[in-house]
DNA sequence: AGGTGAAATGTTATAATATTACACTAGTTT
DNA sequence: AAACTAGTGTAATATTATAACATTTCACCT
């Protein structure tokens, strides 16, 4: 519920969170299709797995689920899936915990800004054209081209905070 | 030379470097004294060492350097050290590559915000005022206490866009 | 349909970064 | 000197990521 209104915050506890996995892998496949790219097997299951939660997950928690009882995944399978993933913003990579979490803006072009609970572990995209503006101009001044971007704020949200149970 | 005009930008490929090591020795040193903690000599080494260049450095690399020919040091050695100079904010690491770099900043409170060439591997650090006052905002729309702060912008600096020969 | 080349995946080994745990030393306080 | 604490040494291991090469799958062409 409230998805439009929560886009851009942290996701509440009781939201319907298959509906996030199942929009994440429709908005994937259509980009793909759009953009003639293969999003195959593998790489939709780690996306699926990536979306399981709006917490970023390492690489290794993605390999173990990908393994079966009998047939353990090597760790090129997952991180060939998280590359591909990367490079074409489905996924963002959170460079302070060497973890990986699912792109909440696929609907337009974006540098990734998190904040990030140190408690719950759940990361919220957030856009600020305030902040964008501002490093265009800093790098502006310095005469700096920018490629890549990371912003990380980690801390304790407000759930967590005021420990509304949950 | 001009440090003052540029202390906040990417130093001068002619800048005089020994100057600043000196100066974050120095400063160092007194803020360890007036903070009544102890910079050992392995601690002021490995700063030292990090301030060998303004670029960010691998805490193996400082393991090797740290290393004589006949006795090698161990991780934890230069690990410890690292975190004893980052808890105090003498050094920041720099989350997308794994590295430490010395603080420009000794002087005031800041979050660490920077500027990453990825040709010369030089970083600078800056402050926005503008930047850090989104941020804030963004975090207080949230509700969410900053604990960190992780901004790293990565490309290519003036000097290597340019190519002033070097 | 079969051949071909490129992309994707499987597999083994290893690199690079970081931490745990425990022993020992040095410095400080009493 | 005893006792305590902070700092360092050392060995082992955890965690994250990549290299190199073999094999399979897929799209495309004829």
Redesign the interface.
């Known amino acids: 519920m409230a998805s439009k209104k929560e886009k851009d915050?942290?996701p509440a506890a009781n939201h319907d969170h298959k509906a996030c996995i199942k929009t994440a892998l429709n908005e994937a496949e259509r980009y793909c299709r759009e953009n003639g790219l293969r999003l195959t097997e593998l790489r939709r299951r780690v996306l699926e797995l990536v979306w399981a939660s709006h917490r970023p997950v390492g690489a290794y928690d993605l390999l173990e689920k990908i393994s079966s009882n009998n047939r353990k995944a090597a760790p090129p399978t997952v991180y060939r899936s998280l590359d591909f993933l990367m490079e074409h913003g489905l996924i963002h990579r959170i460079?302070?915990l060497n973890a990986y979490v699912g792109c909440s803006h696929l609907d337009h072009h974006h540098a990734p800004r998190f904040?990030i609970?140190?408690q719950c572990g759940e990361a919220?995209e957030?856009d600020?054209p305030?902040?964008d503006d501002?490093?265009a101009?800093?790098?502006k001044r310095?005469?700096?081209?920018?490629?890549?971007?990371?912003?990380?704020?980690?801390?304790?949200?407000?759930t967590c905070?005021?420990g509304s149970t949950g």
């Open positions: 915050l942290f460079a302070s904040f609970c140190d919220a957030l600020d305030v902040i501002a490093i101009r800093d790098a310095l005469g700096f081209r920018v490629e890549r971007q990371t912003l990380e704020i980690s801390g304790v949200c407000a905070e005021h």
